[in-house]
C-alpha cells in the first residue's frame, strides 16, 4: 500500500484578523486525517508567523525533515468571496503594511536572479471539478498579492522546482463567518472540505502521474 507524505501550513493571527482560517483549517486537516483509498495519507500540519524572513525559513526546516509528496500552503484574502486558488506567484515583495516584525520591504525582489514567476503545478481545474461535486464556491487567481503569502508561496515553488515528486500549491480562503465590505465570509467547514478536495484530487494525480 502507498503512503503518502503531506504538509500543510497556515498562520497565525496578525493584527486586524482574530481568526485565521489558514490556520484553523490546517490544523483541523491534522486532526481529521485525510483518507484515500488503497492508500495511507500522513499529515504534518505547521503554523507560520507572518513574517517575510521567518515564514519560509519554518516551512523549509519542516519540508526537509518529512520530504512530502505534497505540499498546500494556505492564507486568508481579505476581499475574497470564495475559495481562491492561487495560480502563480511572484518574484516580488511590495509590502502595504509591516509584517510580523514590523518590517515593510517595498520593491524587492524575493530570491536574486529568480524568474519573474513561478507556476503551481497542482491540477486545479481537477480539483475546481472536485469543488463542484462538493457545491464549493472556487475561483482561480493569478495574483497572490506581494505580501507574505506571495513570498512564502514564491519560496515554495522555488523549492519544488528543485523537488519534482513534491507537488506544492497555495490557496487563500476568505474570512470566517465576518462580513467584509461586499463579502460574506464563509463557513470553516467548507473551507476544511475545500482543502481536504485539494489535497485527495492532487494525490491521485500524483498517482495517476506515474
Known amino acids: 500500500m502507498e503512503n503518502f507524505r503531506v504538509v500543510i501550513c497556515g498562520f497565525e493571527a496578525y493584527e486586524g484578523v482574530d481568526v485565521n482560517p489558514s490556520r484553523l483549517v490546517a490544523q483541523a ?3 481529521d486525517g485525510i483518507t484515500l483509498d488503497d492508500a495511507t495519507v500522513s499529515v504534518t ?3 507560520l508567523p507572518l513574517s517575510f524572513g ?3 525559513p519554518t516551512l523549509k526546516k519542516v519540508l526537509e525533515q518529512v520530504n512530502p509528496h505534497m505540499v498546500l500552503a494556505t492564507g486568508l484574502k481579505t476581499h475574497a468571496r470564495t475559495i481562491a486558488l492561487e495560480r502563480c506567484a511572484t518574484n516580488i515583495i511590495d509590502a502595504s503594511r509591516p509584517d510580523a516584525d514590523n518590517v515593510q520591504p517595498k520593491d524587492t525582489r524575493i530570491v536574486d536572479n529568480g524568474p519573474a514567476a513561478y507556476w503551481t503545478c497542482l491540477p486545479l481545474r481537477a480539483v475546481s471539478k472536485k469543488f463542484a461535486e462538493h457545491d464549493i464556491p472556487v475561483t482561480f487567481s493569478s495574483d ?5 503569502c506571495n513570498s512564502l508561496f514564491y519560496e515554495l515553488l522555488d523549492w519544488s522546482s528543485h523537488h519534482e515528486h513534491a507537488y506544492a500549491g497555495f490557496v487563500s480562503f476568505p474570512h470566517v463567518d465576518k462580513p467584509v465590505g461586499y463579502t460574506k465570509g464563509m463557513k470553516l467547514d467548507i473551507m476544511v472540505d475545500a482543502a481536504r478536495d485539494i489535497i485527495t484530487t492532487t494525490l491521485d494525480y500524483n498517482r ?3
Not at 144 to 148: E, K, N
Open 45 to 47: 500540519s505547521v503554523l
Open 208 to 210: 495517476r502521474a506515474q
Open 54 to 56: 521567518h515564514a519560509w
Open 144 to 148: 497572490a498579492g506581494t505580501f507574505v
Open 29 to 31: 486537516i491534522a486532526d
